[in-house]
């Protein structure tokens, strides 16, 4: 980057990221939407992913703490009891443990994360600790694959009920709510990047920020790919079908 873009033109950077490093484009979606993986694949699948679920709290009250802003704060808030709950509702955990239940995993196994592949475990460790310490426009920023969350919530779940008797409605309720809090929480997202990367350099953090969270996404799915489809070697101590 060597000028500064327009609020529309950063958007568009930033959408082109997505467009070339979502990890919708990932081989292991393709099989998984496409009905193409064993049970057992898929109970892989939700056991690793639930590790990254888990870890969202802890990220956004990283962000939380170091957050001077108090209409900042105010708004990120929700991402918690999106995730968690509360006495007026259940959380995302909670819908995506109906899942791993549905799915036939002990829920007790899948909670204490032990059974993880080291991969998943290490990028979702990477994550927690960028937005813990990096700037805090960088922590925002690498929010934005929300931005392209609801399109591949829609494949999954039509792909996921056409294609797998094990799984229903019910099983995959975790992802309706995503189809609204993710756009809201996106758009918040990006207006504050828009706002606030007010120099190039701003502008690139954002950009580089967001490059990274799609990397987290995609060696996620890089570790279940070689444990559970090619070459299939589960390493030692993770979950094994």
């Known amino acids: 980057m060597i000028a500064l873009m327009s609020p529309p033109e950063l958007e568009a950077a930033l959408r082109a990221v997505g467009a070339e490093r979502y ?26 992913r639930y590790v990254y679920q888990a870890h969202i709290p802890l990220k956004d009250a990283a962000l939380i703490a170091r957050c001077y802003d108090p209409a900042l704060r105010r708004a990120w808030r929700s991402r918690l009891a999106d995730h ?32 993880a592949l080291p991969g998943t475990l290490f990028a979702v460790d990477a994550y927690v600790r960028f937005v813990a310490e990096r700037t805090l426009l960088e922590a925002v920023a690498s929010s934005l694959t929300e931005l392209f969350a609801p399109k591949i919530i829609a494949e999954r779940v039509e792909g996921m009920l056409a294609n797998y008797d094990f799984v229903d409605r019910d099983a995959l309720a975790y992802f309706t709510p995503r189809l609204t809090e993710a756009p809201q929480d996106s758009a918040f997202a990006l207006d504050y990047c828009q706002r606030h990367a007010d120099t190039v350099e701003k502008q690139q953090q954002v950009i580089d920020a967001l490059k990274f969270k799609c990397a987290v996404l995609w060696s996620m799915l890089d570790a279940l790919y070689v444990a559970y489809v090619e070459p299939g070697i589960v390493p030692p101590g993770a979950f094994t079908p």
């Open 23 to 48: 990890h919708d484009r990932h081989a292991f979606h393709g099989l998984l939407h496409g009905g193409k993986l064993t049970r057992s694949q898929v109970q892989a699948w939700a056991l690793n």
């Open 84 to 115: 968690d709950g509360d006495d007026m509702r259940e959380g995302g955990i909670a819908r995506w443990l109906r899942m791993t239940d549905a799915l036939g995993l002990d829920r007790d196994l899948v909670v204490s994360m032990r059974r």
